[in-house]
Structures are given as C-alpha cells and as structure tokens.
C-alpha cells in the first residue's frame, strides 16, 4: 500500500457526462501527479501540481481540468465524456518535485 | 511520440531463470530511470530506479544496467519467482519528480 488513496475505485457512466476523481495524497506528500493508463496509449503523465499551484502539463485534453485543494487533495475532472476516454486513471504523489513518485490504486472509468 | 521504447512485450521464463528486459530512450535530457512494477487492478509500484552517472545498480535479485552512449537500461531479474509474476515499466524523466515517460510496458510470467 504506497499510502495514496484514490476514490471512486471504479466508475461508469455515458458519453457526454462529467465525473469527478479524487486524490489524497500520501501523509506530507506536497507534489500530486495524474496519469493515464490506456490500451492503446500505455501509461501517460496528464498534469502535476506541487502545494496548490500547477507545476506541469502533459498531453491533457481540454475537456480534462484538475486542480489541488489547500488540504493537498487533487481532483481531476473530465467532461464531455467520450467512449475512448475509458480509461486506468492513477494518481501519483511525492514529497516534493524531486522525489520519487508513489502511485495509488487507481480509478477504473467505463464511458458507454 | 514515443520517447521510451520497452521490449520484449512480453517474457515467460521458468521458476529460478533470469528475466531480462530492455528500454532505449531518446531525450538526452533524461536522468532518472526508474522501473515500476503493476499486479493487476493495483497502481505501478516503484521497484528500482537509476541515475545516468552510474553504470549498474542492485537491489536484492532486481538489477539495473545503464549504458549511457546506447542509451539504453535494463532491468535484469534474478532467480525469477512466480510471485514477480506481474507487467514492468520502464520509464525516464529529467529528476525524480518530474513527469516519468512510460514503456509500452512487458508482461512477465513466471513458470513454477
């Protein structure tokens, strides 16, 4: 147990809708990161936020926000759902940017 | 574009046997090599990680080899249990907490 926490565990829902995923953080850990597991496109880095503030981007679609709460919590939202976002999303947290990244379980999201 | 290519896609070696997997990255700005490890419906878990300014780093039977002008690493596994039995990541960022670019991924099993 790497000390992440991700709820829902998994999730289903329609095309068009929006869904909401939730992150703590490991105790202390500052740095969230979210990525996304995918058949066709593997393991990919979405966004990164250290104490707040957005630190880095990947490839994350516009229709895909994030944010991290003043308790450290993130949140990432996806809307406009469409059936190839059906995907593993991991959350990800260290203690600072220069630490190593620990994931947590992950959330299954089905859009049909 | 694929930054980090992982192989073989997937390995099966015998109880006791050496597992050995292989990633090329391309970005020279790489430097941080770290090699995650994923049981089915849980996060990747961080298993063993490298620096460029070293040639080969061991944990227990886990053992990574860096070769910095092939720019290449792999991941060699001794005495190979079923319980390793699980998909590997390979993976590279710039330090440690910064956004890790994946391998395609490569599913061990090992036989009993």
């Known amino acids: 147990d790497s000390g992440v926490t991700q709820t829902p565990k998994h999730l289903i829902t329609a095309t068009g809708q929006r869904v909401t995923l939730r992150c703590s953080p490991r105790s202390g850990d500052l740095s969230v990161y979210w990525y996304q597991q995918s058949l066709d496109q593997g393991l990919q880095f979405l966004i990164q936020?250290?104490?707040?503030?957005?630190?880095a981007k990947g490839n994350i679609l516009e229709r895909f926000s994030a944010q991290q709460f003043p308790d450290l919590h993130s949140e990432l939202n996806l809307s406009s759902l469409e059936l190839g976002d059906s995907a593993l999303y991991f959350c990800?947290?260290?203690?600072?940017?220069?630490?190593?990244?620990?994931f947590g379980p992950g959330t299954r999201l089905t859009v049909l | 574009q694929q930054q980090v290519k992982q192989s073989p896609q997937s390995l099966i070696v015998q109880k006791g046997g050496i597992s050995i997997i292989n990633c090329a990255y391309e970005?020279?700005?790489?430097?941080?090599f770290p090699w995650y490890q994923q049981f089915p419906g849980k996060g990747p878990a961080l298993l063993i990680a490298i620096r460029p300014d070293v040639s080969e780093k061991k944990e227990g039977r886990f053992t990574i080899s860096f070769n910095k002008s092939a720019k290449q690493f792999s991941l060699h596994i001794m005495d190979s249990q079923p319980g390793d039995s699980a998909t590997y990541f390979c993976?590279?960022?710039?330090?440690?907490?910064?956004?890790?670019?994946f391998g395609e991924g490569t599913q061990l099993t090992v036989n009993p």
């Open positions: 970005n020279t700005a790489f430097d941080y």
């Open positions: 936020y250290y104490n707040g503030e957005e630190r």
């Open positions: 990800a947290s260290s203690p600072d940017p220069n630490n190593e990244q620990f």
């Open positions: 993976a590279a960022s710039m330090y440690s907490g910064s956004r890790l670019t």
